[in-house]
T-cell receptor
Framework: GAGVSQSPRYKVAKRGQDVALRCDPI?????LFWYQQALGQGPEFLTY????????KSGLPSDRFFAERPEGSVSTLKIQRTQQEDSAVYLC???????????FGPGTRLTVL | GENVEQHPSTLSVQEGDSAVIKCTYS??????FPWYKQELGKRPQLIID?????GEKKDQRIAVTLNKTAKHFSLHITETQPEDSAVYFC?????????????FGKGTLLTVNP
């Protein structure tokens, strides 16, 4: 079946613009995670959903970052008033349950000029 | 919170040799330890994982060992091939409640020279 998909794959934004990144998890996967991967670093946790409930948002770096998963499937990560330090690859992962393997999407590479 | 240290940051081996990557973690409550392989510009892909109730797991040329007392775990790749060249990440997770998030190491760039 289809894996985790993300769109857009690449996004260039001018500083101060708002962006929205989309994640389509594997069908039926309950858990959904967002990670931020800076160049040459490992992914860092941003937020976690179980179905539509956002159970952990401790990794969101500021109140400019907002994530939602209103129907328990597709998720959107929104970044308001983008800054240069927001430039990174944003990875989405889903898993069947809470203790299962996390499957990653291809990521969205965000560049803020 | 959890902290995962990974060494070495780069590793170069000759084809056919073995490669070992080591990680340590700080939170004794962590109980799930996956290893991901990430090729340039691609998504991380799980290659092997281990849970805290076992000490070793093997899958063909890849093995992982876990020492809970010392809080460290290692990835072993035998008979390396050029296609093994990639960045490898270790990670740790506590599981349970809302603690499913993975904490990753900084990665090891493995280069297998033909």
């Amino acid at each position: 079946g289809a894996g985790v998909s993300q769109s857009p794959r690449y996004k260039v934004a001018k500083r101060g613009q708002d962006v929205a990144l989309r994640c389509d998890p594997i069908s039926g996967h309950v858990s959904l995670f967002w990670y931020q991967q800076a160049l040459g670093q490992g992914p860092e946790f941003l937020t976690y959903f179980q179905n539509e409930a956002q159970l952990d948002k401790s990794g969101l770096p500021s109140d400019r970052f907002f994530a939602e998963r209103p129907e328990g499937s597709v998720s959107t990560l929104k970044i308001q008033r983008t800054q240069q330090e927001d430039s990174a690859v944003y990875l989405c992962a889903s898993s069947l349950g809470s203790v299962n393997e996390q499957f990653f999407g291809p990521g969205t590479r965000l560049t803020v000029l | 919170g959890e902290n995962v240290e990974q060494h070495p940051s780069t590793l170069s081996v000759q084809e056919g040799d073995s490669a070992v990557i080591k990680c340590t973690y700080s939170d004794s409550a962590s109980n799930y330890f996956p290893w991901y392989k990430q090729e340039l510009g691609k998504r991380p892909q799980l290659i092997i994982d281990i849970r805290s109730n076992v000490g070793e797991k093997k899958d063909q040329r890849i093995a992982v060992t876990l020492n809970k007392t010392a809080k460290h775990f290692s990835l072993h790749i035998t008979e390396t091939q050029p296609e093994d060249s990639a960045v490898y990440f270790c990670a740790a997770s506590k599981g349970g409640g809302s603690n499913y998030k993975l904490t990753f190491g900084k990665g090891t760039l493995l280069t297998v020279n033909p």
